[in-house]
């Protein structure tokens, strides 16, 4: 089946600092989605991408769907403290409409 | 407010005690699905319906069983629960199928 590879695992920053992750796919998707799950609570949708290329912002956020529809990118600026979390990757694609998971990203962000 | 709501939010069993989650989503969504998190794997598609009466198995259908008798409803259905049910288990529902998944809470599961 469809494999995601998210990386990085985790990553440690300062306050302040940028943070990038990426998700790579084997097969093509058609939608590529962004979701951030805080400690304790149900991921929730970040962003949305619908068109290779596409790049989308939401407040610090900045998400890119890749041209060859196999990789999305997502950026957080000036990161704070409440940006802890894990962040997943998703794909959808195909006509069984399933959403495909990376293993997600945590991220440690040092006031 | 629009919201996905599962109950318990956790549950300590023991092998073997049949258990059955709830999940009722107040959107008119079609698509539910059920979700596990484990460290290190990610989340992993149980099972999913496309609308009433409609679920098909997802990633990790293994010990588990759904139904989809009412739109708004996807109980989640362990007949023996084994201790490597053992996980954190999510709800989610959407307009169709497979887009812009609405989370529950989650339901913190360990059986004994």
């Known amino acids: 089946g469809q494999q995601l590879n998210q990386s990085p695992q985790s990553m440690f920053i300062q306050e302040g600092e940028d943070v990038s992750m990426n998700c790579t796919s084997s097969?093509?998707?058609?939608?590529w989605l962004w979701y951030k799950q805080d400690p304790g609570e149900g991921p929730v949708l970040l962003i949305a991408?619908?068109?290779?290329?596409e790049l989308t912002s939401n407040g610090r956020l900045t998400a890119q769907f890749g041209i060859t529809r196999k990789d999305s990118f997502l950026n957080i600026s000036a990161s704070i403290p409440s940006d802890v979390g894990i962040y997943f990757c998703?794909?959808?694609?195909?006509?069984?409409?399933?959403?495909?998971f990376g293993k997600g990203t945590l991220l440690t962000v040092n006031p | 407010e629009a919201q996905v709501t599962q109950n318990p939010r956790y549950l300590i069993t023991v092998t073997g005690k049949k258990l059955t989650v709830t999940c009722s989503q107040n959107?008119?969504?079609?698509?539910m699905s059920w979700y596990r998190q484990d460290p290190g794997l990610g989340l992993r598609q149980i099972y999913y319906?496309?609308?009433?009466?409609?679920?098909d198995k997802g990633d990790v259908p293994e010990g588990y069983k759904v139904s989809r008798k009412e739109k708004r409803n996807f109980p989640l259905i362990l007949e023996s629960p084994s201790p490597n049910q053992t996980s954190l288990y999510f709800c989610?529902?959407?307009?169709?199928?497979?887009?812009?998944?609405?989370f529950g809470s989650g339901t913190q599961l360990s059986v004994l």
């Open positions: 989610a529902s959407s307009r169709r199928g497979g887009e812009k998944l609405f």
């Open positions: 097969s093509i998707f058609n939608t």
């Open positions: 991408l619908y068109k290779a290329g």
């Open positions: 998703a794909g959808q694609g195909g006509s069984n409409y399933k959403l495909t």
């Open positions: 959107m008119n969504h079609e698509y």
């Open positions: 319906s496309m609308n009433v009466e409609v679920t």
